[in-house]
């Protein structure tokens, strides 16, 4: 359950904005990859564009070898690669359990109809992102944003990716969340999962990246080791001239 | 040739003046007001009942029919609109409930059967070979002022430009310190006084009757379609395609087919360009 | 979602209760129920669609009137037996919906509203200058052959098919398909983000909604023996089936059975005081309020009586 992500000379233009800018980078089968920059600097751009909610202007993102470009949002999620969003997006008038549930369908009418809900998986991930059973009939506004966020990726995890992409999964949850996140994150790491991380805190970050990419104005400033990007000039710059 | 270039005039002022009304609604508050149609049913018969019926003057009769349409915008924005607040179907929902009930309530109170508009002003000019009635020409003329005033209003006026910055930015108007409640609920009423007065002009076109709010909302939804959202100039522009596209089919094809180009055009234009020939402009 | 047996106990209940029916209330009432019974059935069709999905049809009428007309025409201009020009007429209304829809559904929110209005109008206009002497033109048609004769053998057919339709919908909706199609209603991009093709589940809405209102449609114009444009082809006959879902709550499979015999027997006591089209003005005052009180329908107003009766016991 592990894959590669090759993006190429990745462009995309938003009329006259260009929000990435020639962007070429690998992140290799297993390998965790921070996705750094301030804020406008085009991380969330890079995640649409490999999940293809928006087409590139030019360039080419491949899984495993295969070329993503052309193929639609859910046809993309079958070929294994998967995103959470910053605001998580439950489906507000179902459990937690229907919310699972509704990642790990398949996408054909006959199999949804023909085949009931695999109620052992559901629980399987609501735990492994920590719910407990007494959870998965409860609905999202009861939830907090930590229970929302662990929802979001239990429903990522569903739709059973080899590369997941996690778009500020920090944001907004208390330490002790943060912590149960992070050693979600290890613990799938080790399981030999791929991860493309963007993340505003740095801190909580650094353990969870083997190597890091900055990037501002859609281009790359620097990549390499964590150590090594978070030193460099560049991006000590890009960071500042922001502010 | 110069019959239907009258005719199309005359047809698109008053179509420009009934979409208006309904545009103004869905650019400033995004919504789809079915309801329009019954502004159009009530003017009609407001003015019908106050000029007719009881013989008042004609001018106190169009007041009357406007002072109504206003009133009436304003109290579905706070009885209806309000209350469901952000809910887009829902408001559309009970606006199309709104609008069969106040259908029936006209029925309750004047019966089933249709009634005859007196001309505003009779008597009928020939132009160019062409019939035109003075109603038509003063209800035509009238779109045109109208128009031409809402147009300033919009434009220069400290409100008209508040509705303006709600249309294109809620947010961000409130932002800037604009009451977006108070610029919705002038824009219902403003929308339901040009739908009031339009129903007197459109009346007095065809006939009066129950039914007649059908006709008008689809000709307002697809000026607002093939136009794209809420531009007073795209608006303009497009009523006059219809307005020419239905007197030309008329013309010279067969006066029943109208109706089916008009749909035609709505379809086709939704499919090829979703958002209209204009697209997105602002007010 | 799991099926137990006292679903289907309360199902078997429903069906004995209704069936029973024909002894415990006049001939008049009876007619009243066979009405109740066809809209159920055209309420359901909606709510498949535009109940579950959130896409909003406000022209309905159009799939209902595909299945009427072809049947009609079938057996009135080319002889064809009801039994063979039924099923035709279902798949036509599936193929002519089909090919309508395709390109609408790209089209979201109010403007796919609006885009089945403008096909409602449109067909109501093409009926009568196309062919009018297939379709009847303005007049529509008469003396088409009718299934049953008297009112209990009426009753006994619209509620069949009721039950049936009912039934496999509400098995349906029961699977992951029924949790598949509400969710596009909450978050049709999360939908998508979760791997589902939303174009092929909005398809599929469509063609089961066009199945049942085809369905409808042609029994129901071989129970009236009679098809006119403007009765079909009418804002109030959408706005009926609209209202009836809605009130009865949409979304639901019972609900909009609730919901189209509460308005149809509400129109039907109205008819003493308020004979002509005035009722709805009663009428469409009570779904109002109804509806600005509670949009999710009597059904849910049950919902919560219930649990408050259970929880003060």
Known sequence: MSASLKITNLVKKFGGLTATNDLSFTVEPGQSVGLIGPNGAGKTTVFSLVMGEHRQTSGSIMLDGEELSKMTTPARIRRGVSRTYQVPRP????????????????????????????????????????????????????????????????????????????????????????????????????????????????????????????????????????????SSEAVRASYLGEA | MTQILIQGLLLSGLYALIA????????????????????????????????????????????????????????????LVKPLKGDHVAVEISSLILAVVLQAGVVLMFGDSSKILLPIIPGVERIAGAAVPYSNLFAAVASWVILIALYFFVRKTHTGRAMQAVSMDPKGAAISGIDADRINMITWGISGTLGAVAGVFFASYTQLYPGMWVAPLIIAVAVVIVGGIGSIIGTLIVAHIIGFMEVMTSAFIAPELRGVMTMALIIGVLILRPKGLFGREEL | MELRWYHFAAWAAFVVFMFLMPEMVSKGTLRIFIFANFLAVFAISWDVLSGRTGYVSFGHPFLIGIGAYTTAILTKRFDVPVELSIPIAVIVTMIAGLLVVLPALRIKGSYFALITLAYMELIYQLVQVIRPDLTGGTRGMSGLPTLTRGAVNGYYMSLTLMVIVAFCVWLLMRTRIGTALSAIGMNEEAVKGSGLSVTRLKLFAFLLSALIAGLGGAFYVHYLGSIAPRALFDINFVFTIIVAALIGGASTTIGPIIGAFFLTFLLEYLRPYLPGAERYFIYGGVALLLYMYQPKGIYEIINQGWSKVRARS
């Open chain 1, 91 to 230: 489906f507000a008038e179902m459990s937690v359990a229907e919310n699972i549930r509704v990642g790990l369908m398949p996408d054909s009418v006959f199999g949804m109809i023909l085949k009931g809900p695999n109620r052992d998986r559901e629980l399987e991930l609501a735990m492994a992102v920590g719910f407990s059973e007494n959870d998965l009939d409860r609905t999202p506004a009861e939830l907090s944003m930590g229970d929302l966020r662990k929802l979001e990726m239990a429903r990522t995890m569903a739709t059973d990716p080899k590369v997941m992409l996690l778009d500020e999964v920090f944001a907004g949850l208390t330490v002790a969340e943060i912590a149960m996140i992070s050693g979600l994150v290890q613990k799938m790491r080790s399981d030999g999962m791929t991860f493309l991380i963007v993340s505003h805190d740095l801190k909580a970050l650094e353990p969870l990246v083997d190597t890091a990419i900055a990037i501002n104005y859609g281009s790359m400033v620097a990549q390499g080791s964590y150590g090594d990007v978070m």
């Open chain 2, 20 to 79: 208006m009304g309904f545009t103004l609604i869905f650019s400033v508050g995004r919504i789809l007001n079915l309801a329009y149609g019954a502004y159009l049913l009530i003017g009609g018969y407001t003015y019908f009942y106050f000029a007719q019926t009881l013989g008042m003057p004609k001018i106190a009769g169009v007041l009357l029919a406007a002072i109504l349409g206003c009133t009436m915008g304003i109290l579905k924005f706070k009885l």
